[in-house]
């Protein structure tokens, strides 16, 4: 089966830019997860999406940060705009189900660095 | 504050040796704790899960133990192989639909002839 797809893999933007990340979870999960994983750190969760319905954003900076996952399944993270510690790999996961014994699966990330 | 302690940060070894990493948590209540692979620029993958009654799981040379009442766990690579060369990340979860994990900032192995 194929896994979760990102795109693109990297990007290289100036601060006060925007970008946008892409994310196709595998076929038939329901829950999305977007993680921020800086360098030298473990990720950290941004946003959790079961179906297209937010379940958890609390760390997600809602002043430039944007993600949604329009019909459930493919879902798109912004930042606008772009701040120099918003350098980092943007991981997406995804789950059969919610629930904390489905195991995650992520894809490759995309390596963000802002000049 | 949930939170998750591995050591060490980082460390070099030869191949075929054997080593083992260690992870401390305060996460609670307790779901289960997950030991991941990380390849560079690659992401996360799923090495094992351990609940709160099991205290020992292996997959193939990977071996993690877990004891819920120090809250530690330790995963131990037998025989190691330069495609162990990798970041392992020890993330816990607590319980409830939320599926709420706490990463620690992983181990770096770095395997060598």
């Known amino acids: 089966e194929a896994g979760v797809a990102q795109s693109p893999r990297y990007k290289i933007i100036e601060k006060r830019q925007s970008v946008a990340f892409w994310c196709n979870p595998i076929?038939?999960?329901?829950?999305l997860y977007w993680y921020q994983q800086i360098l030298g750190q473990g990720p950290k969760l941004l946003i959790q999406?079961?179906?297209?319905?937010?379940?958890?954003d609390s760390q997600l900076p809602k002043d430039r940060f944007s993600a949604e996952r329009l019909k459930g399944v493919d879902s798109t993270l912004k930042i606008q705009p772009a701040k120099l510690e918003d350098s980092a790999v943007y991981l997406c996961a995804s789950s059969l189900l919610a629930g904390s014994y489905n195991e995650q699966f992520f894809g490759p990330g995309t390596r963000l660095t802002v000049l | 504050k949930n939170q998750v302690e591995q050591s060490p940060q980082s460390l070099i070894i030869l191949e075929g040796k054997n080593c083992t990493l260690q992870?401390?948590?305060?996460?609670?209540?307790?779901?289960?704790l997950r030991w991941y692979k990380q390849d560079t620029g690659r992401g996360p993958v799923s090495l094992t899960i351990m609940t709160f009654s099991e205290n020992t799981k292996s997959n193939g040379r990977y071996t993690a133990t877990l004891d819920a009442d120090t809250k530690q766990s330790s995963l131990h690579i037998t025989a190691s192989q330069l495609s162990d060369s990798a970041s392992y990340i020890c993330v816990v979860s607590s319980t409830g639909t939320a599926s709420k994990l706490t990463f620690g900032t992983g181990t770096r192995l770095q395997v060598t002839l």
């Open positions: 992870c401390n948590y305060t996460v609670s209540p307790f779901s289960n």
């Open positions: 999406f079961q179906n297209n319905g937010v379940v958890d």
């Open positions: 076929s038939g999960h329901a829950t």
